[in-house]
């Protein structure tokens, strides 16, 4: 048998004991020779294949058992002391590996194999948090190889001491043993160029640590394209991990995440748990700026136990220290605390006082949001030393930016002034928006409170474009959480444009912080489907699908307590329903992250708030507001002009009616007839001083403009403005209303359709709870001489296959504040949910939801309406009719038919929708109807005009 196909069929054989009789047939063959083989090809595969390469080294083993040879055995218990070092992350283990192969050829006297074996051993006790150890033997090491002249030997052990310098925070050091290592490296001609990507990879960390970032792009860049080129598949994923890492402080949220995506992808089929879980620590520092909390701090947990399980103290602190970024963002302090004091004793453990500075640099910023400046300010002198004693010139930055709001918070404004300035002037240099972004929001405010009121107001913009720089770079679905805690910054730009007497210059800014997601969606046409674009999306849509199909079937279960007395109980089958939604909104998010060609070059794509003033017509008024902290701006825009208003009313005291105002809608939906009397006087005395705070202010304006279009802001979204009283009359009794989440959407709602006019109606009375749904389908078919689907045949599959030009629902619905994406309305085949409506396709003048509270949204950050609303606009719809409370099934059958009668006719939708309410609230026929209850819960969001 020739040696190559023994070796070939020795590689090849996966079962043990076939191994085993191998080796005895062909003991011949058993020489130093192969021995080194398999060991350089353990290795080898240390880069692709980790359990590949393990398993090689269990062969070599074999070998070593059958030859009785020490330096056979030595050779595989190096090899697989690398698989689990290198490969696995199992330091412990991997040092036992190392520390019997050393004793062989200490016995052997054999001092350059014994300090060959430490090129490995050293980052196995760097990575335990010894580094004194560590660096001291790669010393001893190091001058052993060296008067051997094994400089390949050297030049990795070279490599591995400079990593070590790196995970001790000093990147000077670590920079300047990199480069000796290069050198050392490009001495071995050819055979150091597989190693050369390496220094590179690692040349970029150090550099991004020293805010080098071309340099460290460059480098990283290089690296991966090398590691692609030669196959090195595992380290290919570490460069896009260590790329995505420069991505994320530059802004970069997106790129950074699909790298991230790869990456993981690539550890988890290698069976690289710990690489994985390294991975998701960078990851949860991504998901930390885009205020994902909740994720953050599920992927800390779960991180948590393996770090420590190993004693890797300093990735088990970095964990824990993002698990206190994200409870001090979700506003949890005291567990902040605790978890800051957790990270700190693992950095203290890891005798590493770089991260202890970094721990020291986020209780400062804790200390100093829950306004505990004496001590924040001592953290925070104590991080700062450290990173300027280090060159850390990120650090720096942050440190210098929680300076400066100290000294603001202190009314010290010209300190403030220039630390910002410095902060500034340093984050322009390393152009990165995130920290320019805090830079400029600092200075702004410095100058607003010296009376530079210009000077703050462009300071103010350059703001608003880093954050809306920021914001165009990450997928669309993650822009509202990220912006829930930066609206301030418009807030104050507002008020500033209002003290210089610029309206015009303060609506564009109110609304550019409305419902930008939204506008990005329809400006781009973002798909946001269940889309495989490429063949290896499709397990991730096939994964999607399965836990859809999944869900639908458990609420089946749930709803109908099928079986639940021999499965499970219906609160267990209910929890089950919710970890599958968590997990479809992930797995939606990330395919959706994949997607997000937009996000690759914001500029390009960057979404202007347009003048809703070209598609005001000279009958129509727009009423814009914008919610502020202590009073209400207010906006009034016609075909010509752009006017604003202030008015002093407190926020809590429009909350507090609108909360008196549902608990009357609330008692009224389940009072007597003589009940109503009084509740009807009491709804309008609500009504009556919510029209004195919002509308009587420009009562003398708004008679010149028979149609408002109102767009609110802010908590005033749930409420009726149709519905206010002036202690005469409604304001439906003299203007047409119609609603928008901001004016920049008119343009999309007035787009013209290419479908032909035409209805279908949905029917579903939800097994006979809403018999007049039936009724009222067939009436709105009969009107507009459309296609009816009752009962059985009102089903998803036929929403997605409709085309028509109106569409209406008239069923069940529900609102789900807890997730919005499982808002829905229910059909004979399960609900069509938010999720589900991103899904469709549309060319509607008008969709009508016909069901309870379709109108009913989460805020999210941005203003951005988080519900079914959003996601028909989306789709495709021009208008939507929609209810902000539960409503009468038999008043909304006669509501919907004076409604739709009236569009027959060609009225405008908001000119039929007065119409239809006027007749309940006038009708005669029942003195009930006239409680706004029953009248006023649908409103018309979009296009106001004909179908």
């Not at 440190?399 to 202190?410: D, F, G, S, Y």
């Not at 109106?806 to 499982?822: I, K, N, S, Y």
């Not at 009719?881 to 009225?907: K, M, P």
Request: a negative charge; charged letters at 20%.
């Amino acid at each position: 048998m020739a040696n190559t196909t023994f070796f070939q069929m020795l590689l090849d054989q996966s079962d043990v004991e076939a191994r085993q009789q191998l080796l005895v047939k062909n003991k011949a063959s058993l020489d130093d020779d192969l021995a080194q083989t398999l060991k350089d090809l353990a290795d080898r595969f240390l880069r692709a294949d980790v359990q590949r390469s393990l398993q090689i080294a269990a062969t070599l083993l074999l070998v070593a058992d059958h030859t009785e040879n020490q330096h056979h055995r030595a050779l595989g218990l190096l090899a697989e002391a690398n698989g689990y070092s290198i490969g696995l992350g199992q330091y412990q283990k991997a040092l036992q590996k190392y520390d019997a192969a050393i004793t062989i050829y200490r016995r052997m006297e054999d001092a350059v194999s014994a300090a060959k074996a430490q090129v490995g051993r050293v980052w196995a006790l760097a990575s335990l948090g010894r580094y004194d150890e560590a660096v001291a033997v790669s010393e001893q090491a190091a001058g052993v190889l060296k008067e051997a002249q094994a400089w390949q030997p050297l030049a990795t052990l070279t490599m591995n001491l400079a990593l070590i310098h790196g995970r001790q925070g000093d990147d000077e050091a670590a920079l300047a043993t990199l480069n000796r290592a290069y050198d050392l490296f490009r001495f071995l001609g050819e055979t150091g160029q597989t190693f050369l990507p390496w220094i590179e990879q690692n040349r970029s960390i150090v550099l991004r640590n020293l805010g080098r970032i071309q340099e460290s792009i460059t480098a990283s860049q290089e690296a991966l394209a090398r590691m692609e080129a030669s196959g090195q598949v595992v380290e290919a994923a570490r460069a896009r991990q260590n790329l995505a890492i420069t991505w994320l402080l530059l802004g970069r949220y997106n790129d950074a995440m699909i790298l991230m995506d790869e990456a993981r992808t690539t550890f988890l089929n290698d069976g690289r748990t710990r690489d994985a879980s390294l991975l998701d620590l960078f990851l949860s520092g991504c998901l930390l700026q885009l205020r994902r909390y909740d994720e953050v701090i599920d992927i800390c947990q779960n991180a948590r136990q393996l770090f420590s399980q190993r004693n890797a103290w300093q990735e088990l602190g970095r964990t824990i220290l993002n698990e206190a970024v994200a409870y001090a963002g979700a506003e949890r302090y005291e567990e902040a605390r605790q978890s800051l004091r957790e990270a700190r004793a693992c950095f203290a453990r890891d005798e590493n006082p770089v991260w202890e500075a970094v721990a020291d640099l986020e209780q400062a910023a804790l200390l100093i949001r829950l306004e505990e400046l004496e001590q924040g300010e001592q953290a925070l002198q104590a991080a700062s030393r450290i990173f300027k004693e280090h060159r850390l010139i990120i650090r720096q930055i942050k440190a210098t930016l929680l300076a400066a709001e100290i000294a603001l918070k202190r009314q010290n404004i010209g300190q403030a002034e220039t630390l910002a300035r410095q902060a500034l002037a340093m984050a322009r240099e390393q152009n990165m928006p995130s920290l320019r972004f805090r830079g400029h929001t600092l200075l702004a405010r410095c100058l607003r409170l010296q009376g530079h009121r210009q000077q703050a107001m462009t300071t103010y913009k350059c703001a608003i474009e880093d954050l809306e720089s920021l914001r165009g770079h990450m997928m669309v679905e993650f822009q509202a959480d990220f912006l829930e805690d930066k609206t301030a910054i418009y807030e104050e730009a507002i008020a500033l444009a209002l003290e210089l007497e610029q309206p015009q210059q303060a609506f564009a800014l109110a609304e550019r912080s409305k419902s930008r997601a939204l506008l990005s969606m329809l400006a781009h046409q973002i798909d946001l489907s269940f889309q495989a674009r490429r063949p290896e999306d499709e397990p991730l849509v096939q994964e999607l699908l399965a836990m859809r199909a999944e869900r639908e079937r458990l609420i089946v279960r749930w709803e109908t307590r099928e079986e639940a007395h021999t499965y499970e109980n219906a609160q267990k089958i209910q929890l089950k329903i919710r970890t599958l939604e968590k997990n479809i909104a992930q797995r939606w998010r990330q395919l959706l992250v994949r997607h997000a060609d937009y996000a690759r070059d914001a500029q390009l794509w960057q979404v202007q708030s347009d003048s809703p003033q070209p598609y005001l017509d000279e009958k129509t008024l727009l009423v814009a507001y914008f919610v502020a902290r202590d009073h209400i701006d207010m906006f009034l825009m016609d075909q010509n002009t752009v006017t604003a208003r202030t008015l002093a009313v407190p926020l809590p005291q429009i909350v507090r009616l609108q909360k008196l105002l549902n608990l009357n809608f609330h008692a009224t939906a389940h009072a007597s007839a003589r009940q109503i009397a009084p509740l009807l006087k009491n709804a309008q005395g609500l009504l009556a001083q919510l029209h004195a705070y919002l509308i009587a202010p420009i009562q003398d304006q708004l008679q010149h403009y028979p149609r408002l279009i109102i767009t609110p802001h802010s908590t005033l979204h749930y409420l009726p403005f149709h519905a206010l009283f002036d202690g005469h009359r409604y304001l439906i009794e003299s203007h047409d209303v119609s609603y928008l989440p901001c004016s920049s959407l008119l343009r999309y709602c007035t787009s013209p359709h290419i479908v032909a006019k035409s209805t279908t109606a949905f029917g579903y009375s939800a097994n006979g709870l809403l018999p007049h749904a039936i009724q009222e389908a067939q009436i709105v078919a009969d009107l507009l001489s459309g296609k009816v689907l009752l009962e059985k045949d009102a089903t998803r599959s036929r929403v997605h296959d409709a085309r028509a030009s109106v569409l209406h629902f008239a069923t069940h619905g529900v609102f789900r504040p807890d997730e919005p994406l499982f808002s829905g309305i229910q059909l004979a085949d399960g609900w069509l949910t938010t999720l589900d409506v991103f899904n469709l396709k549309l060319e509607a003048s008008m969709v009508t939801l016909s069901a309870c509270q379709t109108g009913r949204h989460s805020i999210g950050g941005g203003d951005e309406l988080l519900g079914m609303a959003r996601a028909f606009l989306y789709a495709g719809a021009a208008s939507l009719l929609l209810s902000h409370w539960n409503i009468d099934d038999a008043v909304t059958a006669s509501f919907i038919s004076h409604f739709y009668r009236q569009l027959a006719g060609g009225e405008r939708k908001a000119t039929a929708l007065r119409q239809a309410q006027l007749a309940i609230l006038h009708s005669h026929d029942d003195d009930t109807h006239q409680h706004p209850f029953y009248w006023a819960p649908f409103f018309l969001m979009g296009s106001p005009d004909e179908l």
